[in-house]
């Protein structure tokens, strides 16, 4: 390719090699994830080796469900050589305590779920718990009727 710097690839080859797809690549770039990408003669943005390691670690803790200002947080402690620690695991306790609040939502939603689906009949009939409650309650899916 003309124009094509050593060491560069495209940006269709980085999301290959990193299973982030170019829309995502992109829209770090856009809110400061990534760096502004050095760009060909031809114009097409080009990643190096740093910018793939940058998307490998972004890939990995949005695998690890990281919001993206901790994401933020956390990359900035990874440039960071003279960071503690001790900030890390707190980011990361942190999101450990999020996700089992959202685990004991999840579970509350499926005991309430499978509570309704045990009453229901299933049959010819109209007749529907699930429905019922579904209309009847604002707040359905967090606890069933007493």
């Known amino acids: 390719m003309k124009g094509h710097e ?5 940006i269709g080859e980085a999301a290959r090699l990193t299973g982030v797809s170019a829309k995502m690549i992109r829209y770090y770039e856009s809110i400061g994830l990534l760096p502004a990408p050095i760009r060909a003669e031809s114009g097409y943005r080009t990643y190096g080796a740093a910018d793939l390691h940058t998307l490998r670690f972004v890939r990995r803790a949005r695998d690890l469900g990281f919001s993206m200002e901790a994401i933020g947080d956390l990359l900035a402690l990874w440039r960071d050589r003279s960071r503690s620690s001790a900030q890390v695991k707190a980011i990361a306790l942190d999101h450990v305590a999020a996700l089992r609040r ?9 005991g309430t779920l499978s509570d309704l689906a045990e009453r229901c009949c299933g049959d010819e009939r ?21």
């Open 6 to 10: 050593p060491g560069r690839i495209t």
């Open 102 to 110: 959202r685990i004991a939502e999840l579970e509350g939603m499926a």
């Open 126 to 146: 109209p007749d529907c718990p699930i429905l019922d409650d579904l209309a009847e309650r604002p707040d359905a899916g967090t606890s069933p009727r007493p």
